[in-house]
């Protein structure tokens, strides 16, 4: 699947004018990444999370403006957001609350193969899992930058960290993963070496 960044402008001017037409083809190329974004925060219910993200965006957008680039940032911080409200809430009933880790995310992630994630090849669901084996700053800064497409900048703001901080998280969770046997022998097989991962950090 071909990346649509870049390539929405034209969707999000006419999205803000009222346009469903618009509005359904940001909703297409965005909610895949909100979701997995989402289930890497330990969103137990990250359709409902995207859910209340996205109506959000659809009260406020007449008053967004900015470019494409800008939409991602500010879409991906309202969804970050409502996931610590979402959070929040669960931890006011723990009754109702799920177990929240790495065999919570892999149970609850589906098996749909993502060709943008940084592992190329692996499925949502492992994709999840080792992003859950890192820090919560690590994996958030990781997801930011390549499940959501956002720079280094970009992720400090939506994050409200320097970018300093970011990078060095953003270091840090891309080399974890890069030390990986599991990523390890993917790179190997996609002939790829960690030097892609140390490009993501850039």
Same mark, same amino acid.
């Given at each position: 699947m +071909? *990346?649509?960044f870049g390539v929405l402008d034209d969707a999000l001017s006419r +999205? *803000?004018?009222g346009d469903e037409t618009g509005f359904l083809q940001?909703?297409?190329s965005m909610q895949p990444r909100l979701l997995r974004f989402l289930r890497?925060?330990?969103?137990v219910d990250a359709e409902d999370v995207a859910s209340e993200t996205w109506l959000q965006v659809v009260r406020d957008?007449?008053?967004f403006s900015g470019n494409e680039e800008d939409?991602?940032?500010?879409l991906f911080t309202i969804g970050r957001h409502r996931a610590i409200d979402a959070a929040r809430a669960s931890r006011r009933r723990p009754a109702a609350s799920a177990p929240v880790g790495a065999e919570a995310l892999t149970s609850i992630a589906d098996t749909q193969q993502v060709e943008d994630q940084v592992l190329d090849g692996l499925s949502v669901s492992a994709a999840i899992g080792l992003l859950a084996g890192l820090s919560r700053d690590q994996a958030e800064a990781v997801a930011l930058r390549v499940i959501a497409g956002l720079d280094t900048q970009a992720v400090a703001q939506v994050l409200g960290k320097s970018t300093g901080a970011v990078r060095v998280a953003l270091h840090r969770g891309l080399r974890a993963l890069a030390g990986d046997p599991a990523v390890r022998?993917?790179?190997?097989a996609a002939g790829t070496g960690s030097q892609a991962f140390e490009e993501v950090d850039s």
């Open positions: +071909a *990346s649509d +999205a *803000s004018s940001l909703w297409r890497v925060l330990g969103c957008l007449h008053r939409f991602r940032r500010w022998a993917l790179a190997a």
